[in-house]
């Protein structure tokens, strides 16, 4: 598979950020941005976004080897549903939504046998909006989920794969709804917990408006990401609607138990809690600055079938394990195959290993 078009359709901060990082890998497709807007379409020319642009889908689509739909989630499907039309035969849809089951589902059953769709949603971002606040580094470092199912084309996971990990992201492979049930709680519940946090703050401080001045690096540090559009967090509560009433519910239970301990001046009770808490705290810290590893590659044998990348690439998503490179070979005389994947460290190659293992996958391990 090659990329010599990219379409983008919504140039916002996401979207512009994707042309802009492209644009930064060795031979970099065509970008091509779609807007509703022309104001938006020149802005994103002026700021090296995309290379031309245009208000008709079908004009921004027609030869697109890799579609990227990057508006809100609430448009995400009949946006897919009305460029499908115009595909070339083997074009790849993706979108970077932050719900995904519903997204998934309907597209893929919008979607002929020719045209592959695979849902993504990058964990990177800012307060800031606006093409103008693109930058070919937001993806980098971060992670870019995608969310392929058994009807997932193998070529084309592994070309998009590939192309995220150039523009600097950690792609993981993950269920659909496991995703919305994972970012339901360190996504979308932190930005509603800051918004009502901001809500409580401002309506205690009544004629002493004043006294927010005293407001000290964690309670900005905390609220920051109430900043966040309320028209694109609209989209995403009742996109996730079920999901994210779990995650409140269980946040509501937690501040009932340290309201509770405050209130019976329970200080063993509150100090467990709070240790509790410092001491998850701290082992997330930990993990999220681990000193890199040697890369180690797995061959996995595996039949040239629909699903089979998902099944094994999911399996280890599910670790939280990255996958930095992934590669399927096939010899035209047998239905068996290698998948070659390709993580960082041993610890995290043995793991991926088991857990493929007790799917029935014969694995070998080779370090690099």
């Known amino acids: 598979m090659k990329t010599d078009k990219v379409a983008i359709i919504g140039i916002g901060l996401i979207g ?131 969310t392929p199912t058994k009807k997932t084309n193998n070529e084309a996971f592994s070309h998009l794969h590939s192309l995220l990990t150039q523009i600097g992201a950690y792609v993981l492979a993950i269920d659909a709804e496991k995703h919305d049930s994972t970012v339901a709680t360190i996504s979308h519940l932190p930005h509603f917990a800051a918004a009502s946090l901001v809500n409580v703050t401002q309506s205690r401080m009544n004629e002493n408006e ?18 966040g559009s309320p028209e694109i967090w609209l989209d995403i509560a009742f996109e996730n609607r079920t999901a994210i009433l779990e995650a409140l519910n269980a946040y509501k239970k937690e501040i009932e138990k340290i309201y509770e301990f405050i ?23 930990r993990v999220l600055h681990k000193e890199p590893l040697n890369l180690c590659k797995l061959n996995i044998a595996v039949e040239d079938k629909p699903g089979v990348i ?22 035209p005389q047998s239905r068996l195959g290698i998948l070659e994947i390709i993580v960082m460290g041993e610890d995290a190659a043995q793991k991926a290993a088991s857990v493929l293992l007790k799917k029935g996958y014969e694995v070998k391990i080779e370090n690099m």
């Open 16 to 146: 512009g950020s994707l042309g802009l990082a492209l644009k930064q890998i060795s031979n970099p497709p065509k970008i091509t941005g779609i807007a509703r807007r022309q104001e938006v379409i020149d802005k994103a020319i002026e700021t090296g976004a995309i290379d031309e642009g245009t208000t008709f889908f079908e004009e921004g689509v027609k030869d697109a080897d890799i579609i990227f739909i990057a508006t809100p989630v609430g448009s995400i499907v009949d946006i897919a549903k009305k460029i499908i039309p115009y595909l070339k035969q083997k074009a790849i849809i993706t979108d970077v939504g932050s719900t995904k089951a519903t997204i998934v589902k309907e597209i893929e059953e919008a979607a002929p046998s020719d045209i592959y769709f695979i849902g993504g949603h990058p964990m990177a971002g800012s307060e800031q909006t606006g093409v103008e606040a693109a930058t070919p580094f937001l993806f980098k470092n971060s992670y870019y989920i995608l």
């Open 210 to 227: 004043n006294l927010i001045k005293l407001a000290a690096g964690g309670f900005k540090d905390m609220t920051r990401i109430a900043i």
């Open 263 to 285: 209130k019976d001046k329970d200080k063993e009770g509150l100090m467990q809690r709070l240790n509790e808490a410092r001491e998850k705290r701290s082992a997330l810290q």
């Open 310 to 331: 998902s099944d094994v690439t999911v399996a280890i998503g599910q670790l939280g394990v990255n996958i930095e490179n992934i590669e399927i070979f096939y010899t």
